[in-house]
């Protein structure tokens, strides 16, 4: 894109690129902030649009001009049909293709017609002034009254259409708005100048939302919207949009594994279970204790129901039996009787306002003619499960990894990316690293582990530790190696790891354990598996030699909320240490400060009796820390992920 139309000025064209996608990348270079701004530009090209034919029929009483003017709006839509159609085509193959040709060809003849009733004469832009100058006006001789009529209004309706459409579009300030959007999903101002087609997967995910956000549209619907950011655009987002809540009429539908966030931004929840969706007004915690509350109430009225039931149908029994030994009639006829009240009664005894249930108004025509409907106890959806192998014994005591005054750069002479790092792990511990991105997290990780060498200072490993790395990268690497081989599985990832001598059965046991049983685990290839079916295997690959050492790099993306909890249960009850970098703040307070998570229900004074678990065990009584990287590559300890947050809060109010 050129340096003139960036500034997107109304009197320009809207015609220097002839079509925007917003996953593509121009043949000119374009940056960061351009390539948001390009989102709304269906929007600005409606405004364009909307300025052809108000000009063209304010203080002009020709309708020649006018309609010549929806003709030349309607020829360049034509052309763009042209331009997608022509993609179509190259991108299809057999009976689509075909089928893509054919459209091809209805859309040549569109435009070819369209252009016949412009005159054959076009700029290559929109210009409203070339319409009422009558330059390419075509006398309405030419067409009937009717016709003419019928395609004024036509042009009538389409301006009206645009006219709310850019109701809400603020153009003057569109790229004031971009940059303060694009500064608080993280983006410096270097970085915004920074050719788009450059950036990483993540920081391009930004941008799309981004671009989504600055539409200011009135429903938006976003998912994810919380990966790829940190927590301090996490804490911003959370600001912009209940600010977008309270001061517009937009209404937003989120989806979202990061649980704080939800619970933060959202005021009503949307449940899909068992194939139906059902709606609660309140935060996701208020609807779990909902849940839980309706699933004990509702258990207790059948109870109650189902016992009155028995000792009614016992009563009736009991009357038949004697009717039919005495020839009592009369009595057989009211045992009769009150089994048809006892039909009549049993099932709901309340209304879903907790009053009085009664058929003739709460049935709603559903119950099936004079009977209640039954008592349904809701039920939990069947519960993820998750297990981690425990860690190999080390013989003998000792911090499994160690950091002493260590620094580390990258080139002689560079910036500190780390400096000054202390920090000794021992078995059990739970460790929790928080930062901004750029901070050097992966950097101190990398360290840790022994991938890079410090510039300075000491790193030491315990002589028998085993160490299980998560990336943050893992889900993607194991998807680009899908690709690579169609016919790879999870099964024959996991027995190709280096040193693997586990057998058939136990790598299944293993997979299975993660969620990847049976035929899912052997027969669907690795290209095939979900976001969060790719965690489970990198996990599994991760812990197969049972590690002391877990280090975990934002391994709750593409993972759902039970899938989350079932982790987060599986880590309580894991005796190894387990180093977590995260921004999804629920799964760091309860890996690392929650240190009765785990804990069996019976224990008392929340563990101070027995204990069943040996790595809850070993959980208690460990280190659970939570630290900070600044920008300057010190390391700070945390008093808890809340005291990290309110920090990020102060900042974010001065931007």
Not at 328 to 347: F, I, P, Y
Request: glycine share 8%; hydrophobic share 35%.
């Amino acid at each position: 894109m050129s340096e003139e139309s960036t500034s997107f000025d109304t009197q320009s064209s809207n015609r220097e690129v002839k079509e925007i996608e917003q996953h593509a990348v121009c043949e000119n270079p374009r940056t960061a902030l351009e390539a948001v701004m390009e989102l709304v530009l269906s929007e600005i090209h409606a405004l364009h649009e909307y300025e052809v034919l108000s000009k063209s029929m304010e203080g002009n009483d020709d309708p020649a001009s006018q309609i010549k003017a929806w003709r030349q709006i309607n020829y360049e839509r034509k052309k763009e049909d042209l331009l997608r159609a022509q993609k179509s085509v190259n991108m299809r193959s057999g009976s689509r293709g075909f089928k893509a040709r054919k459209e091809l060809v209805q859309v040549e003849e569109a435009v070819a017609e369209a252009k016949d009733s412009f005159g054959g004469k076009t700029a290559s832009v929109i210009n409203p002034n070339l319409i009422l100058n009558g330059s390419a006006s075509q006398s309405l001789d030419e067409i009937s009254p009717d016709d003419a009529k019928d395609e004024l209004q036509f042009a009538l309706d389409v301006m009206e259409s645009l006219r709310s459409r850019i109701g809400s579009l603020k153009l003057e300030d569109l790229e004031t708005r971009a940059k303060n959007i694009l500064q608080g999903l993280g983006f410096k101002k270097i970085r915004m100048q920074q050719a788009y087609g450059s950036l990483s997967g993540g920081w391009k995910m930004r941008c799309q939302l981004a671009g989504t956000l600055l539409r200011e549209a009135d429903l938006m619907l976003i998912d994810e919207p919380t990966n790829f950011l940190d927590l301090s655009g996490i804490l911003w987002l959370e600001g912009y949009l209940k600010h977008l809540h309270g001061t517009t009429n937009c209404t937003m539908v989120v989806v979202s594994h990061d649980r704080t966030f939800i619970e933060n931004i959202c005021d009503e929840v949307l449940i899909l279970r068992d194939r139906s969706l059902s709606y609660f007004r309140g935060t996701l915690s208020e609807y779990e204790q909902d849940f839980k509350d309706r699933k004990l109430y509702m258990a207790r009225m059948k109870e109650a129901s189902d016992r009155q039931t028995a000792k009614f149908k016992q009563t009736i029994a009991q009357n038949i039996s004697q009717g039919k030994k005495t020839g009592d009639t009369n009595r057989l006829k009211q045992a009769k009787s009150r089994q048809k009240r006892v039909d009549e009664r049993s099932g709901m005894q309340v209304n879903a306002q907790g009053h009085k249930f009664k058929l003739s108004r709460d049935s709603g025509g559903l119950s099936g003619g004079n009977k209640r409907p039954d008592i349904v106890v809701p039920t939990d959806e069947a519960p993820i499960h998750m297990s981690l192998p425990q860690a190999a014994d080390l013989r003998f005591p000792g911090p499994l990894a160690s950091l002493e005054s260590v620094g580390f750069t990258y080139t002689p002479g560079g910036r500190q990316v780390l400096q000054n790092i202390n920090l000794s792990v021992y078995k059990g511990d739970r460790m929790g690293i928080m930062g901004l991105n750029g901070s050097g997290k992966t950097t101190l990780i990398r360290v840790l582990i022994g991938q890079l060498q410090p510039t300075r200072g000491i790193l030491s490993h315990h002589p028998r530790l085993r160490l299980g790395y998560y990336s943050q990268h893992a889900v993607e690497n194991l998807r680009a190696t899908g690709r690579k081989d169609h016919s790879l599985t999870a099964l024959s990832v996991l027995s190709a790891e280096e040193d693997n001598d586990m057998s058939e059965a136990d790598l299944r046991g293993l997979l299975g354990s993660f969620g990847l049983p049976g035929r899912l685990a052997s027969d669907v290839p690795v290209a095939s598996l979900s976001g969060g079916q790719l965690v489970r295997l990198a996990l599994s690959i991760v812990v197969w030699n049972h590690p002391h050492l877990l280090i975990l790099d934002e391994i709750s993306t593409h993972l759902d909320f039970d899938t989350v909890t079932a982790l987060e249960d599986a880590l309580a009850n894991y005796d190894g240490a387990v180093v977590l970098i995260s921004h999804d703040r629920s799964l760091l307070h309860a890996v690392v400060e929650d240190e009765y998570r785990g804990l069996d229900e019976d224990d008392d004074d929340h563990g101070h009796g027995n204990r069943h678990s040996s790595g809850s065990m070993t959980a208690l009584h460990a280190q659970r820390t939570m630290y900070a990287l600044r920008a300057d590559g010190t390391m700070e300890k945390l008093k808890s992920v809340a005291d990290f947050e309110a920090g990020l809060k102060d900042k974010i109010k001065t931007m």
